[in-house]
């Protein structure tokens, strides 16, 4: 990717990042963290929580502010950039900006409409912070170039988001996690990620699970098994994996399929055994992906079990 390409990627990066929100309770001129996500802003007047994207918007949905999380190294990728080619696409003239998180970088950008658009990136403890803002011409003078910028100066990071803000997000109940460290929503989805590693450390070295609904379903009870091990095949992150085992279940009294695979993971290829449990009910695909590296199986499995016998739809 370009270095005069970066900031408008990163824009349309966000723009994908779809889920449910509800803001919690803040009095006016407060940090305000979105369910879910580590970084949070005061925002402007006139800004409430949008309906289909995580962020704020105004009421006619016109405004448009977008936040994101992306991984840790796309804030030193910006940096790098800005060192070897300053000048952006169309004009724009990064700028930096101190924030309680750091020192951030945020372009502006005239549409050709004549709005305005707003991209700025700061850094998170073992993340980047992403934000977008879409301005229309005609909303200009409330929201100038000035106001967003004092927006931007408000971004703020927290270390943790409380556990039961990711598990409100879901579209089931987990009322079991078995000691998993790290808890995190995932985007689009949303998905559930439960692991012992962390970003630092990276996930596929320790026991993880992700689980989330499907956008498909299979279309007859006889179609479970063809579609169980394409899904198989194509589980992010895993490589060279084998399928040594697929056959219907019963979870929780509810048909399901599992899938054992061996396979390689992660960007050592590290050897792990997986399992992919799906439950099918009321025209929902419900799909659990558990992994562990193969010397770790054994004492992982209990705990898989035990996370998937308490998940229930909601």
């Given at each position: 990717m370009t270095h005069s390409r970066l900031f408008p990627a990163l824009a349309l990066l966000a723009s994908t990042v779809v889920s449910a929100?509800?803001?919690?309770?803040?009095?006016?001129?407060?940090?305000?963290?979105?369910?879910?996500?580590?970084?949070?802003?005061?925002?402007?007047?006139?800004?409430?929580?949008?309906?289909?994207?995580?962020?704020?918007?105004?009421?006619?949905?016109?405004?448009?502010?977008?936040?994101?999380e992306l991984p840790a190294s796309a804030y030193g990728e910006v940096m790098n950039a800005l060192k070897t080619n300053p000048a952006m696409a169309g004009g724009a003239k990064p700028e930096s900006i101190g924030t309680a998180a750091g020192t951030a970088y945020y372009t502006i950008e005239t549409t050709k409409d004549g709005g305005r658009r707003y991209s700025m990136?700061?850094?998170?403890?073992?993340?980047?912070?992403?934000?977008?803002?879409?301005?229309?011409?005609?909303?200009?003078?409330?929201?100038?170039?000035e106001a967003v910028r004092q927006m931007f100066a408000s971004a703020a990071v927290r270390k943790e988001v409380p556990t039961s803000e990711f598990l409100d997000l879901m579209p089931f109940k987990a009322s079991e996690l078995a000691d998993f460290k790290t808890v995190r929503a995932l985007n689009p989805g949303p998905a559930l990620l439960l692991a012992d590693g962390d970003e630092a450390t990276g996930f596929e070295a320790a026991p993880f699970m992700v689980i989330g609904l499907m956008g498909a379903t299979?279309?007859?009870?006889e179609d479970r098994s063809r579609f169980a091990e394409q899904a198989a095949r194509a589980i992010p992150g895993m490589h060279s994996g084998r399928i040594t085992m697929s056959e219907p279940v019963?979870?929780?009294?509810?048909?399901?399929?599992?899938?054992?695979?061996?396979?390689?993971?992660?960007?050592?290829?590290?050897?792990?055994?997986?399992?992919?449990?799906?439950?099918?009910?009321?025209?929902?695909?419900?799909?659990?992906?558990?992994?562990?590296?193969?010397?770790?199986?054994?004492?992982?499995?209990?705990?898989?079990?035990?996370?998937?016998?308490?998940?229930?739809?909601?």
């Open positions: 929100m509800v803001l919690d309770p803040a009095r006016a001129g407060d940090v305000v963290f979105p369910p879910g996500l580590r970084i949070g802003m005061t925002p402007l007047v006139g800004l409430v929580p949008a309906k289909t994207f995580t962020g704020f918007e105004t009421a006619d949905e016109s405004v448009k502010v977008l936040m994101a990136i700061l850094p998170g403890s073992a993340f980047s912070g992403f934000i977008a803002v879409q301005i229309p011409e005609n909303a200009g003078k409330i929201y100038s170039d299979p279309s007859s009870p019963r979870i929780e009294g509810t048909a399901g399929y599992e899938t054992r695979l061996d396979a390689t993971s992660g960007r050592d290829n590290a050897p792990v055994a997986l399992i992919q449990w799906l439950r099918f009910s009321g025209g929902n695909t419900m799909r659990i992906i558990a992994s562990a590296p193969r010397d770790q199986w054994e004492k992982a499995f209990p705990r898989f079990r035990l996370v998937r016998d308490g998940i229930q739809p909601r």
